[in-house]
């Protein structure tokens, strides 16, 4: 079936099967940033964001997406400088391993596109379903709470 | 220098002086894997070869027995299909799974396939086909009969007369297979059972742990392909490259100059990828096919059939005087190694090595042990590589001895600890599964980590209060650890490195990063002797072909081992340098200077007497003598272009007789629920001690990550089994690893000193902190109620149950 979707703001057409999951078509497509791990929508590691919202696509079939938009962690930036979450994470040392971090990030992202001035406890709700197995956290905890600040000195701006 | 965030300190006194060692500089990888790039092995394989074949392993459903028939015909006749492999058509050869130095310690007890089943999950056949759906319906064609056989599913039965043998066939390197010994230990110092008969007071407890999983976030994933010139390539997520080229090229009989192993980004490893499970596989696939090949594990295969920690029995006796001081140390430990051997003789050497010389005051001393087969799951390394399990039994049963003795926990640990400038005569007696090598600690932050470590808790206000809220009561514990830095005078790691014209440099190191930042920290070593920042050198890590050996990131050996080969290229790389400065200069320099191979040790108080006459400033070198300079830019063009004309490079190698152990004090507040049993941690601290921290931020991190890994496996993580052996939670849904929520508020404390073994002063950090929770949490459960748990993890049904049994 043809489904069109558009993905880190470019509208992109699509040949899916009824039963193909969103992970594997985006992959398929090409957007190797989204990684997959659990296939069960355990871990969060395939997260990306469907109209802003974080989901696990390995769990949503692709044609449920039709119509609709699709972020990864490569279109939340401006496409040339990082965006202040991934800068975060570097520099807090919230990356080790990274393959959770593309989907740890756009959970961020969703959570600070909709609560700019989270506390801790929220961070960690935001983002609990974000498992990682390198950091114990901390760090990428302190990293969303920077970039946050980060972000509401931009906006002051 | 210190300093302090919430959640983390970290105090650097009186340390020589450094540019680029101590500073958490970004990683040098960090924008890469924030931004998704497609670095590790399923994303190269999906970019480079969308036209692979992906293979897929059918696994065996049956704990124990042999394969009767086995047709393949139909699954090879489905569209799409172009190869399957079983123990009819693949080589023969017997070999061990770990990788691990040579010779190798494991038993040779794995082919790639045969008609032997030994455990569920075990390898049956393997489909290649051009889309993963045809592989997995390939899978369900194979018609396969077995042979059920009784199996042995208990560690503690495996030895018994009568038992199932898992592998009869007596395989090479296992100690005794006639009785399901896979591996035996047998140390001992002095004459350990007439120094606990005649010691004033004598504990003797048992502690048990459970299989666990590392779960890295990628699962073991491995592509090959032939590349241009007919050579087998393989990218693979490994800690092990050079241990996976030197097996695989046995197994399938490539030479190692045909045979290219490649390391990307590796998403977590854990010891679970110190482990050759594909790599044979995908390659022998493409030498029949002439197409890539590649694996890619799903989580449930990453449960059963890859590698666990092995479960261990210990039974621990501690005799001391009256006071406290401890004068006997005897453990025994009934290792369960699963259906292969692998890793099993050295993983549970560590349970006695790493472990029993922590208390050095104890004089007679006996570690001994069995690794017995079973048919279940396989175990392996795993983060802590077996000190983690003898932590457990050790450090709660020196808490129950304080209780006997009526003392601080801390204060008996104090009197009997090691200290700086002493030794063990373990240290001697045990190493990897064979004799150690002697040594004598050169630095300790030991007391400091335990005043601070208690201090950061509240210990003195907390113990023994037992403090109340309605069902919850409350109590504190800790616990004490070392490890090590590398296997001494085994573990070998090389650097390279050369000049660019432009004053920058090229680092090419076999040290296999694989998330922990080893690029990074390795970067700014180079940098450090180099007197440049850190991204004036470009590093480039684990490849066979292109970068030099290194034994791979195990055994908390990089930033110790592989650090100091980066120490000894960068300084022969200056040393080449100055030699060309003082030729620009008109100056003389002694060419034995130059020449003589550079040293790691010592030099925080003797440094290289080439510094006398030149040093590194920012890009420049500096004359100490004249005062002039040259740039190394201008030193560079000279050597490649105008006179003289020669390389300036170097490849140089560390091995050590050294393994100085990081140290470490854990404190856990814990909150015990009458009702429910449910123990929740409410506070924890580690305090560490790694030398000197040559990145604080990736530092933090590496106790942070063993941290929430430790106290996973003391309360939650666990395999459950059927009665037939197989594993009956396979998933991150009924595998409970902590998620951001569960995560208790974590202090890390870090307490610098200067290793005078170790480059710029470092020792290793990845391993120890996985080795507290148990122990530290088990502890305070006892603080607050009086109950002591033998078994982890602490479940709610375990802590329940204990609860009831005392109150009758």
């Not at chain 2, 004309?645 to 190698?653: C, F, K, L, N």
Request: aromatic letters at 6%; one cysteine or more.
């Amino acid at each position: 079936m043809r489904i069109s979707m558009t993905i880190n703001g470019t509208q992109c057409v699509m040949d899916v099967d009824p039963d193909d999951v969103l992970l594997d078509v985006l992959r398929g497509a090409g957007y190797l940033e989204v990684k997959g791990s659990c296939h069960a929508g355990d871990c969060g590691a395939c997260t990306v964001l469907v109209d802003g919202r974080p989901v696990a696509s390995c769990l949503t079939f692709a044609a449920r997406v039709d119509g609709h938009s699709v972020t990864t962690v490569r279109g939340i930036g401006d496409g040339t400088h990082a965006h202040p979450l991934q800068r975060a994470f570097v520099e807090n040392g919230a990356a080790q391993c990274g393959y959770c971090v593309p989907g740890a990030i756009v959970s961020a992202k969703a959570l600070l596109d909709e609560n700019p001035e989270p506390t801790e406890d929220e961070v960690r709700l935001a983002m609990d379903a974000n498992y990682c197995r390198c950091t114990g956290y901390e760090q990428q905890v302190e990293a969303v709470l920077d970039a946050a600040e980060q972000l509401r000195k931009e906006a002051r701006r | 220098m210190s300093d302090h965030v919430k959640g983390f300190s970290h105090a650097a006194d009186g340390l020589p002086s450094a540019h680029v060692v101590g500073t958490s500089v970004d990683k040098v990888d960090g924008y890469s894997l924030v931004s998704g790039a497609p670095v590790y092995t399923d994303d190269i394989a999906a970019k480079e070869f969308p036209h692979r074949l992906h293979g897929k392993i059918l696994r065996s459903p049956i704990a124990h027995g042999a394969i009767t028939s086995i047709d393949t015909r139909t699954a090879e006749e489905l569209s799409g299909v172009h190869l399957v492999l079983t123990f009819m058509n693949t080589p023969r050869t017997f070999y061990t799974t770990a990788g691990q130095g040579w010779p190798e310690p494991s038993p040779y007890d794995n082919q790639m396939f045969t008609e032997r089943i030994r455990f569920v999950g075990d390898r049956v056949a393997a489909v290649f086909a051009e889309t993963v759906e045809a592989a997995e319906e390939a899978l369900h064609l194979i018609k396969v009969t077995y042979q059920e056989e009784p199996a042995v599913l208990d560690a503690s039965d495996a030895m018994k007369p009568g038992a199932p043998l898992v592998h009869p066939e007596n395989p090479k390197g296992a100690y005794d297979s006639a009785h399901n010994v896979a591996a035996h230990v047998d140390v001992a110092v002095g004459d350990v059972d007439a120094a606990l008969a005649a010691s004033d007071v004598t504990i003797s407890e048992t502690f048990e742990t459970q299989y666990a999983q590392h779960v890295p976030m990628e699962t073991h994933t491995s592509l090959a392909y032939v590349d241009d010139t007919g050579k087998m390539t393989i990218v693979t997520s490994t800690q092990v490259p050079w241990h996976v080229r030197r097996i695989v090229s046995r197994i399938l009989g490539i030479s190692m100059s045909r045979l290219r192993v490649i390391k990307p980004r590796i998403g977590g490893g854990f010891g679970a990828k110190q482990e050759i499970l594909l790599e044979d596989l995908v390659a022998y696939a493409a030498l029949r096919t002439g197409l890539p090949c590649e694996i890619e594990l799903t989580r449930k295969e990453e449960f059963i059939a890859s590698r666990t920690r092995h479960p261990m029995k210990i039974d621990i006796s501690i005799g001391s005087d009256a006071a406290g001081h401890f004068k006997a140390l005897k453990m025994y430990a009934l290792s369960n190694t699963g259906a292969y051997g692998s890793h099993s003789l050295t993983v549970m050497s560590n349970t006695g090595s790493k472990t029993l010389p922590l208390y050095n005051k104890a004089k007679d001393v006996r570690f001994f042990g069995d690794a017995v087969y079973t048919n279940l799951p396989v175990a392996g390394a795993y983060r802590g590589y077996g000190a983690t399990q003898g932590y457990a039994a050790l450090e709660t049963t020196i808490d129950d001895l304080a209780a006997k003795l009526h003392m601080d926990p801390i204060e008996l640990r104090k009197m009997n600890m090691i200290q700086i400038g002493e030794g063990s005569p373990i240290f001697e007696a045990l190493g990897e599964g064979r004799q150690g090598v002697a040594q004598t600690i050169k630095s300790s932050s030991l007391p400091e980590l335990l005043a601070l470590g208690a201090q950061t808790i509240g210990w003195e206000e907390k113990r023994g209060k037992r403090i109340r809220m309605g069902h919850k009561v409350r109590g504190v514990g800790m616990s004490m650890h070392m490890q090590g830095s590398g296997i001494p005078l085994i573990d070998m790691g090389s650097a390279s490195m050369k000049l660019n014209e432009d004053g920058t440099y090229f680092l090419a190191v076999g040290a296999t990063d694989i998330g922990t930042g080893s690029d990074t920290i390795l970067t700014q070593m180079a940098a450090e002797v180099l007197g440049v920042s850190a991204n004036m050198i470009n590093i480039l890590s684990s490849d066979t072909d292109l970068t030099p050996f290194d034994v791979g990131a195990y055994a908390s050996s990089t930033t110790f081992v592989s650090g100091g080969a980066v120490v000894k290229a960068a300084k022969a790389v200056r040393n080449q340098v100055f030699a060309v400065a003082a030729e620009m200069l008109g100056e003389n320099l002694d060419p034995i200077l130059v020449t003589s191979e550079p040293k790691v040790e010592g030099d925080n108080d003797q440094p290289d007497p080439i510094l006398s006459f030149y040093r590194m400033d920012n890009g420049n070198v500096v004359s100490v003598r004249s005062g002039k300079h040259v740039s190394v830019s201008d030193v560079a063009y000279r050597a490649y272009y105008e006179v003289g004309q020669h390389q300036i490079a170097s490849t140089q190698s560390f091995v050590s007789p050294y393994s100085p152990p990081p140290f470490a004090a854990h404190f856990a507040e814990v909150e015990v629920d009458d009702l429910t049993g449910k123990v929740a941690v409410v506070n924890y601290v580690a305090a560490v001690d790694c030398g000197v921290s040559i990145n604080p931020n990736l530092v933090r991190g590496q106790v942070m990550g063993a941290v929430a890994n430790g106290i996973g496996y003391a309360l939650t993580e666990e395999y459950r089994f059927s009665a037939r052996g197989a594993m009956t939670n396979p998933s991150l849904f009924d595998y409970k690893i902590l998620s951001r929520r569960d995560m208790p508020p974590v202090q890390v404390i870090v307490v610098d000193n200067y290793e005078p073994t170790g480059p710029l002063g470092a020792k290793s950090v990845a391993e120890i902190n996985i080795n507290g929770p148990i122990p530290a949490i088990g502890n305070a459960i006892f603080d607050a109620t009086g109950v002591r748990l033998h078994r982890s993890p602490y479940t709610p049904e375990r802590v329940m149950n204990a609860l009831r049994a005392t109150q009758g």
